[in-house]
Nanobody, 123 residues
């Protein structure tokens, strides 16, 4: 199985940018579809973006389409989430996760999870 560790979160002002990273170990990342989810206080975890094994297919939640970009570097077993034009409503804990099927947007479709990284956007 794969172990996932997120980094890159922090406090940023509205309109700013952050790039999250998700480093994998234990198994090569190209075995998995990778996704990002987020969970704001008092809300359910929601799907943000997914990327296929080689990176050729991308899928975004409507709420972040055009604002966030998911990418992966299989040679370095890392997945990224570039977040631009951040808004206070983007404040959440962001998780990366690994799945076997592209197009999955439910948490239960992802089998391995990182511990999350906090993103806080101030107004």
């Amino acid at each position: 199985q794969v172990q996932l560790v997120e980094s890159g979160g922090g406090l940023v002002q509205s309109g700013g940018s952050l790039r999250l990273s998700c480093a994998a170990s234990g198994r090569t990342l190209n075995s998995y579809v990778m996704g990002w989810f987020r969970q704001a206080p008092g809300k359910e975890r929601e799907f943000v973006a997914a990327i296929s094994w080689s990176g050729g297919m991308l899928y975004y939640a409507d709420s972040v389409e055009g604002q966030f970009t998911i990418s992966r570097d299989n040679a370095n077993d890392t997945v990224y989430l570039q977040m631009n034009s951040l808004k206070p409503e983007d404040t959440a804990v962001y998780f990366c996760a690994a799945a076997f099927t592209f197009g999955a947007t439910r948490s239960r479709d992802y089998y391995y999870w990182g511990q999350g990284t906090q993103v806080t956007v101030s107004s």
